[in-house]
């Protein structure tokens, strides 16, 4: 954890003028795994051991930077902030032999900035005052098996979860006897990636202890089977869902939102949520002329992706029967909540004017994925379809319920709000919000062999964008001018797709567990 605090304070029967800067950076890399490494690699009889790779990198950086300056005759002051955290975390098995009673892999993140900045300036001739802010995230969280050969008795988790926000005020207030000039300013950014990925690997989860017959629904202490724990949806009243909504104003809530699912078998998850959550106001008066302006820029970028690559899955347990196979889920989950809000105010006896614009980005790509190269004959529902193939490897799957999701929500809240008076003379205001979401939302089987009782391919996207504006412009003797625009745009693809693929449908391992069935949908 990191605070900074930087506060400037000026005084003078003339001029005074004041600055005041805040900076904070973090960088950290946690890893967690192994490499190379055997575990029982010759032992035939079950297994004992139990893997239990966790990264957990947590950052939290709380700024202030205030500035105040006062003059008789002038007065300028300025405050900048500049906080950013670039962290990378990886939980990995890669290479070697490993057999054992359970396996966990899991890589959380949760990096945080709280930023608030002030300025501050007033003077009997001429006062300047500005605020400005500047706030990052980097932040990349992995999961993943590589190269290696796992057989767990129980079952094997791939779980990538992060977890990011920040929360910004800016704000400044300037006043004068003849102008005052007073401007506040933010820039946040929020990129990365978070991934759970199986490559170039045989895993077998076996989801029960075939010695003694117990199976995943046991809990007692000797049972060798650990249920994976996952947190990759979330309640539905944690997204924005209007202008003052609770996700619009409250950084953790998606966070908090959380909801806990334990699964068997096989599990590859990986879930993301971002929030930004920034208020820019500027204010002031003066006795001649008067302007004000508030800029708030959010932007929220990357990836979340879950993927079985170049691997065979339970293909060891083909021999144990239908009764026996275990879940294969391969889930990308990714949640956003992205609000702006800003506000100016001016006042003077001749001229003023209130400025205020609010411009909320999101661009983020998820995609769950069982892809390889090659083509192969497609089969389903007791049909089969010939296309081009060639020996090229593909994954082979064996479960009992197959599932590939792609998740993708969104919620965005841009309001601006300006006003102005003029006693005599012009008064003016105008503000600007635009709130713009692009995305890809991905589910995708691809060159895979998969031998399961029940197929679903799902692909969702949901978006609420909300914008708002409002004005006030007074002149008692003169012209008052007033400007809103108001700008949405959603540019998102969502597709669930299989290719070059051939699945071959069985019975579930009890009635109404699996329906024989393959799905495939995006919405």
């Known amino acids: 954890h990191m605070v900074t605090v930087a506060v400037g304070v000026a005084g003078s029967s003339e001029a005074a003028v004041q600055g005041s800067s805040a900076t904070a950076l973090i960088n950290k890399n946690v890893q967690s ?60 098995i890669e290479q070697g ?3 054992v009673a359970n396996a966990s892999l899991s890589a959380t993140s949760k990096p945080d900035i709280v930023a608030i900045g002030i300025g501050g300036a007033g003077s009997g001739t001429a006062a300047i005052a ?9 932040n990349d969280t992995k999961a993943l098996i590589d190269g290696a050969t796992l057989n767990s008795d129980g079952n094997i988790g791939v779980v990538a979860q992060s977890d990011e926000y920040i929360a910004n005020i800016v704000g400044v207030i300037s006043g004068s006897g003849t102008a005052a000039i007073g401007l506040s300013t933010a820039v946040n950014t929020i990129n990365g990636s978070t991934d759970a990925l199986v490559e170039n690997s045989i895993v077998n989860a076996a989801g029960s202890d075939y010695t003694t017959g ?10 060798y089977t650990d249920q994976i724990t996952v947190k990759s949806d979330v309640t539905d009243s944690s997204l924005i869902h209007g202008l003052a909504s609770e996700g619009a104003f409250k950084p953790t809530a998606l966070r908090n939102g959380r909801i806990s699912t334990e699964k068997t078998g096989l599990v590859v998850d ?31 970028g990357g990836s979340t992706t879950a993927e079985i690559l170049d691997s065979e899955v339970n293909q060891s347990l083909g021999s144990k029967g239908s009764s026996k196979l275990t879940d294969v889920s391969v889930r990308a989950a990714d949640y956003t909540n992205e609000s702006g809000l800003t506000g100016s105010a001016a006042g003077s006896m001749y001229a003023s ?21 090659g083509t192969v004959k497609v089969v389903a529902d007791g049909k089969t379809y010939t296309g081009n193939t060639n020996t090229l490897k593909k994954n082979e799957i064996l479960a009992d319920q197959f599932s590939v999701d792609a998740v993708a929500k969104q919620g965005l809240s841009s ?36 031998t399961a009782a029940q197929v679903e391919v799902d692909s969702q996207h949901k978006a609420d964008v909300y914008v708002g504006s409002a004005n006030v412009s007074v002149a008692a003797i003169g012209a ?21 693929s051939t699945f071959t449908v069985t019975d579930g391992k009890q009635p109404g567990y699996g329906d024989g069935s393959i799905a495939v949908q995006a919405e």
């Open 33 to 92: 795994g192994l490499k190379n490494t055997n575990i029982d690699k010759d032992d035939t009889d079950s297994h004992q051991a139990r893997i239990k790779a966790t990264a957990d990198n947590k950052a939290l950086i709380v700024a202030n930077a205030t500035v105040l300056a006062v003059g008789s005759e002038a007065a300028l002051g300025a405050g900048l902030g500049v906080n950013r955290i670039v962290q990378t975390t990886e939980a990995s």
């Open 97 to 99: 032999i490993q057999k």
């Open 130 to 138: 500005g605020s400005f802010g500047i706030n990052i995230i980097q």
């Open 214 to 223: 117990k199976d995943t629904t046991t809990t007692t202490d000797d049972d």
């Open 270 to 300: 990986g879930s993301s949520t971002h929030s930004i959550v920034s208020g820019v106001v500027s204010a002031g008066g003066a006795g001649t002329a008067a302007a004000m302006g508030a800029v708030n820029v959010n932007t929220i």
């Open 353 to 373: 004017l209130g400025a205020a614009s609010d411009t909320n980005l999101v661009n983020r790509t998820v995609q769950a994925l069982v892809t390889n190269d």
């Open 415 to 450: 309001f601006d709000v300006g006003a102005s008076v003029a006693i005599e003379g012009v008064g003016a205001t105008g503000t600007i919000s635009v709130a713009k979401l692009q995305g890809i939302t991905k589910a995708l089987v691809d060159t895979s062999d998969v």
């Open 480 to 500: 008052s001018l007033g400007l809103t625009i108001g700008v949405a745009d959603v540019e998102s693809v969502t597709e669930a797709d299989v290719l070059k």
